[in-house]
């Protein structure tokens, strides 16, 4: 099956400091991976999408320079979190899609972020 | 987006048959109905997903009536593992956004 990582899957910074989340397709190429947000007891909600290659498009609401994606490969792309504060503090979730003729998503572990 | 309503929560007993309902009145003629399982602090995870009529794979059956404004995930003696959230989406997924809505929380009691 079609495996997705992130890592790290636990972070914890202080107030102002910016931290990187990194989402890999383990066994295929992601045309497009996404990234969601969740937080506790809600719903999974979409912050930005992600091609290979070109600039992420963010969803409404979601400020894209604090929260700076970067899709440098296939298989690769990144969420960078600058200067956290601690109402970023969320579970953050990436997915990827094959693309072609698959018509499902792969959803990574998740990383927890704690912005103190 | 088709938006999707389900039921919040439900409950059930070790060794039962679970059917989670799912409307989607506005679904359109390219979408798909998938529906992922999500356990605490994970990425959800694939269960199914369907066009019309009936899915079945080794985990649950997914019944789509004609009009497919509905759909119901079928979760055959559900153990206490299978407590989680489950999702219905819908919408032309793969390289598409997906949309989650609230989900049904299940919890299976023993």
């Known amino acids: 099956g079609a495996v997705v990582s992130q890592h790290p899957s636990r972070v914890i910074c202080k107030s102002g400091t910016s931290v990187k989340i990194e989402c890999r397709s383990l066994?295929?190429?992601?045309?497009?991976m996404f990234w969601y947000r969740q937080f506790p007891k809600q719903s999974l909600m979409l912050m930005a999408t992600?091609?290979?290659?070109?600039?992420?498009?963010?969803e409404q609401g979601v400020e894209k320079d604090k929260f700076l994606i970067n899709h440098a490969s296939l298989t690769l792309s990144t969420l960078t979190v600058t200067s956290a504060h601690p109402e970023d503090s969320s579970f953050y979730i990436c997915?990827?899609?094959?693309?072609?003729?698959?018509?499902?998503?792969?959803f990574g572990p998740g990383t927890r972020l704690t912005v103190l | 987006l088709a938006k999707t309503t389900q039921p919040i929560s439900m409950d059930s007993y070790e060794g039962q048959e679970v059917n989670i309902t799912c409307s989607h009145n506005?679904?359109?003629?390219?979408?798909?109905i998938t529906w992922y399982q999500q356990f605490p602090s994970q990425g959800p995870r694939f269960i199914i997903q369907g066009y019309k009529t009936k899915v079945t794979n080794e985990v649950a059956s997914l019944f789509i009536p004609a009009d497919r404004k509905s759909s119901t995930l079928s979760l055959p003696r559900v153990s206490l593992s299978d407590t989680a959230v489950y999702y219905c989406?819908?919408?032309?997924?793969?390289?598409?956004?997906?949309?989650f809505g609230t989900g049904t929380r299940l919890t299976v009691i023993p």
């Open positions: 989406l819908v919408g032309e997924t793969g390289a598409n956004n997906l949309f």
């Open positions: 997915s990827a899609a094959r693309g072609g003729s698959y018509n499902e998503q792969f």
């Open positions: 992600s091609n290979e290659g070109s600039k992420a498009t963010y």
């Open positions: 066994d295929f190429q992601a045309t497009t």
């Open positions: 506005n679904i359109a003629t390219n979408d798909y």
